[in-house]
């Protein structure tokens, strides 16, 4: 019995949260569309969310893209198919990988970092302070937060692409002899515009959602310390969750 209610009340806690992040990300698109939000905050976030997270997402990237050669360069050389190994790097990258990885990586670290910062402000009551003073918390925390995602993650993505893309072609080189042009030509003769459109576009939506989650998880924080680190880890699952779940519908349409 006492396992029933604590699932019931894990449900609706979810389902709040849930339903005040898409409560949130509607007051964001018409805060966006007004033009109001904080152009010096938005700087700020650029950079957090960008050139401070680019390390950890092109090391990701270039490790992945070595290994997925790896696994796929000894098979394609079996059967006669070498000179496909890069058109199929490519099109798994530029797809599926390159998006999906830059956007956990920067869940792991952007989203909780927004939960973090947002709920400690809760927390000490400076969010109530921003009120008193007149400002809108949507237009100083939140809108700046959701530009910096909407605008970095691609330009992350495009450059994760690029460095798995570079792994793949050292170790397809210099462990499986295929020549650099062969590579090259392949990837050229697989990808298409459209591929490249898309990873923006999936880009674009998970830094949305990391933005909107992330703060909406911030703004409704209470508690201690124990609470807030809880409540950190489950939004980590639950960003992993959308991503995954919108990179399916994403793909199929």
């Known amino acids: 019995m006492a396992s029933l209610k604590s699932s019931n009340s894990t449900l609706g806690m979810w389902f709040q949260r849930l339903t005040a992040a898409v409560f949130l990300g509607g007051q964001v698109i018409v805060h966006l569309f007004q033009g109001k939000f904080n152009r010096r905050m938005t700087v700020e976030q650029m950079v957090a969310v960008g050139p401070d997270s680019l390390l950890i997402a092109l090391v990701t990237a270039g490790f992945v893209g070595m290994v997925f050669t790896i696994q796929v360069a000894r098979e394609f050389i079996y059967f006669g198919?070498?000179?496909?190994?890069?058109?199929?790097?490519?099109?798994?990258?530029?797809?599926?990988?390159?998006?999906?990885?830059?956007?956990?990586v920067l869940a792991g670290r952007v989203g909780s970092a927004f939960a973090a910062e947002i709920g400690t402000m809760r927390v000490t009551e400076q969010i109530d302070a921003l009120h008193i003073l007149r400002t809108d918390p949507i237009d100083y925390l939140v809108l700046p937060r959701f530009l910096a995602c909407c605008l970095m993650l691609p330009i992350l993505t495009m450059l994760s692409l690029l460095t798995g893309?570079?792994?793949?072609?050292?170790?397809?080189?210099?462990?499986y002899e295929i020549p650099q042009s062969i590579f090259i030509n392949s990837v050229k003769s697989f990808l298409q515009h459209w591929d490249i459109i898309s990873a923006l576009i999936k880009s674009i939506v998970f830094g949305g959602v990391i933005s909107i989650i992330g703060c909406s998880w911030g703004l409704t924080t209470s508690g201690g310390a124990k609470g807030r680190a809880s409540r950190l880890r489950r939004l980590w699952s639950l960003l992993c969750w959308l991503f995954l779940s919108l990179n399916f519908f994403l793909s199929w349409f």
């Open 165 to 175: 893309m570079i792994g793949g072609l050292i170790i397809a080189t210099s462990l």
């Open 81 to 104: 198919a070498g000179t496909a190994v890069g058109g199929v790097l490519g099109l798994s990258l530029t797809r599926e990988l390159a998006p999906v990885l830059t956007a956990v």
